[in-house]
């Protein structure tokens, strides 16, 4: 196999440390026992433990800087790392390790996550939480400047170099033997990785499967009957709690609180009606045209004369045409639209039909007529008498029908049941 040749191998040579302290690691990550005396470390394994490790049980390697003169039997520690790489290969398929400052297990992320939430109210935990190993290759070659010394280059499972960046993010140049640790990876599949870098790179002295973690899941919130998520997938060296993006307001935050409609928000979002105290969204609340407090949308009405938005509470009835309206718009109880009504012919296709449908109507010798917010008023002049219609705009029953009579008399609503009288009774009504 010869993936190396054709790859951008450009791998800062920075990754160094001494053939010594190299040994020691493979030592541990192996597993072997060693005992040292001076310059000389001695290494062997119990072959009733390991019998499928072949001969020799024992080495002895000199650990000393100047290797050139050894005693008899006494290997140099590149024959010492020789040995163990052919051990680890045969035992895992290579040398494993993890990076040491990486959390392994999900308790060791939740406490970390949920700090950095506050939940007005409410709870949160894990909704589900998964970690899943990745594998990175260590290869390490001797130094060709410094036979003391061995180089380590990163890359990841498809043999792609890893950059400084991430090497220094995920921690793997600081790796610990992975020992007793659990992992998913058989040494077949480990097989498979190493075999990659076999043959290409003759200088290799020993290859490690360094296993970085990610963790991929979600935080649920709970307030009340509601519940939101976050959800976050990282490594979990570098995993952070992710923000809430409350969908109300467009924020992101890590502290949560329920509107009074249940709804889970950004805390910094919320704001007090300034009539009732309820908790809704800040950029929900609307101005109270009448009195100028910040309340709640649900509690105000739109007057359909002046457009107005203004606390329910404040509306008022118009005595002519009996809607409600804005006071701002009434004069002598009649609003703006009843008093500002222009004059209209009976042939007026506003009115026609409705003298139509009325022929009681047709006596009146003048009318005018307006449509306003919906609303149809028609008022018919008598000489002594007048009436006004309040018509939906999309129907043809009137809904509200007042009357004034005299030159000093005010608007009176008339009773439903008095309106044939007044009007006659309608000529199609039943058809409808
Ligand atoms: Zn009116």
């Given at each position: 196999m010869n993936v190396m040749a054709d790859k951008p191998t450009v791998v800062e040579d920075s990754h160094r440390e001494s053939l010594v302290a190299f040994l020691e690691f493979a030592v541990e990550a192996v597993g072997v026992a060693q005992s040292q005396e001076g310059d000389l470390v001695t290494l062997e394994f119990n072959h009733r433990e390991h019998p499928a490790w072949p001969r020799p049980y024992q080495v002895r390697v000199s650990v000393a800087t100047d290797s050139a003169d050894l005693p008899r039997r006494v290997v140099p520690a590149t024959e010492g790392i020789a040995w163990l790489w052919k051990l680890a290969q045969l035992e895992r398929g290579a040398l494993l390790a993890r990076?040491?400052?990486?959390?392994?297990?999900v308790h060791e992320i939740t406490r970390a996550l949920f700090e950095a939430y506050q939940v007005d109210g409410g709870q949160m935990h894990l909704a589900g939480c998964r970690i899943n190993e990745v594998p990175f290759l260590r290869v390490t070659e001797l130094a060709t400047d410094d036979p003391a010394q061995v180089v380590h280059r990163f890359y990841n499972a498809e043999m792609q170099p890893v950059s400084d960046d991430e090497v220094a993010s995920l921690g793997l140049a600081e790796v610990v033997p992975l020992g007793n640790h659990p992992t998913s990876f058989t040494r077949s599949a480990v097989h498979v990785l190493v075999n990659q870098i076999e043959e290409a790179?003759?200088?290799?002295v020993a290859a490690t499967v360094v296993i970085a973690k990610r963790a991929e899941g979600a935080i649920q919130f709970e307030i009340g009957e509601q519940c939101a998520q976050v959800s976050f997938n990282d490594w979990t060296r570098s995993l952070s709690a992710p923000p809430f993006r409350c969908a109300a307001s467009g924020r992101e935050t890590f502290h949560l609180a329920a509107l009074e409609d249940g709804r889970i928000v950004a805390a910094e979002a919320i704001a007090e009606c300034e009539h009732t105290g309820t908790r809704v969204l800040d950029s929900e609340l609307v101005t109270c045209?009448?009195?100028g407090k910040r309340v709640d949308p649900e509690i105000t009405s739109r007057c359909a004369v002046s457009d107005s938005v203004l606390l329910t509470d404040e509306m008022a009835t118009c005595?002519?045409?009996?809607q409600q309206v804005s006071p701002a718009v009434l004069d002598a109880g009649s609003c703006q639209a009843c008093r500002e009504l222009p004059l209209a012919r009976a042939t007026d296709e506003l009115i026609a039909p409705l003298l139509e449908r009325y022929p009681?109507?047709?006596?009146?010798?003048k009318f005018r007529a307006g449509q306003c917010g919906g609303v149809l008023r028609v008022m018919a002049h008598g000489w002594w008498r007048r009436l006004l219609l309040a018509v939906p705009s999309d129907e043809s029953q009137p809904m509200h029908l007042a009357m004034r009579q005299g030159l000093a008399g005010g608007w009176e609503q008339v009773p439903e049941a008095d309106w044939p009288q007044l009007l006659g009774q309608p000529s199609d009504g039943a058809t409808e």
């Open positions: 990076p040491a400052s990486q959390p392994e297990a790179m003759p200088g290799v045209t009448s009195t005595k002519t045409c009996g009681r109507l047709q006596q009146y010798g």
